[in-house]
């Protein structure tokens, strides 16, 4: 039988996982990362691949996602305030970046950094939040 999974987040750090795959592994949760290895060797090219995918089964995903809500930290400016969606209000925001383009996909870094809303999934950059 072929498993379907779900792509519950991805990391820049393999230690920046380990919270959330204890959490979800004590809950009964399968955890698999993907380019776990990959970044572990190589941690400067995290970005450049996408960082340290966290998959579950997709009948966990509801589940997972629940606990994962719980454990997340949200975006903030400079004076640690939550970045507030302009379309829904919600504070719960993260850091987007697009990575169109082979510019961009060889050197993230050079992204202007934008706001997906995780509510309404709006992307808005810094100038309008």
């Known amino acids: 039988m072929k498993e379907k999974f779900f792509v519950l987040g991805a990391f820049e750090y393999v230690a920046d996982v380990e919270i959330l795959k204890g959490k979800l592994t004590s ?15 190589d941690p400067l090219i995290s970005n450049a691949i996408g960082g340290v995918k966290v ?34 209000k919600a504070a719960r925001s993260e850091s987007y ?20 809303c995780l509510n309404c999934n709006m992307i808005t950059n810094p100038l309008h939040v």
Request: net charge positive.
């Open 97 to 116: 970046y697009a990575r169109r383009g082979v510019f961009y996909k060889l050197f993230p870094f050079f992204e202007k950094r934008k706001y997906k």
């Open 27 to 41: 809950e009964g949760i399968a955890v698999f990362l993907k380019d776990e290895n990959i970044v572990n060797a």
């Open 55 to 88: 998959m579950v089964y997709e009948e966990d995903a509801e589940q997972a996602l629940r606990i994962y809500n719980t454990l997340r930290n949200y975006a903030v400016d400079a004076h640690g305030h939550p970045i507030i969606c302009p379309n829904c």
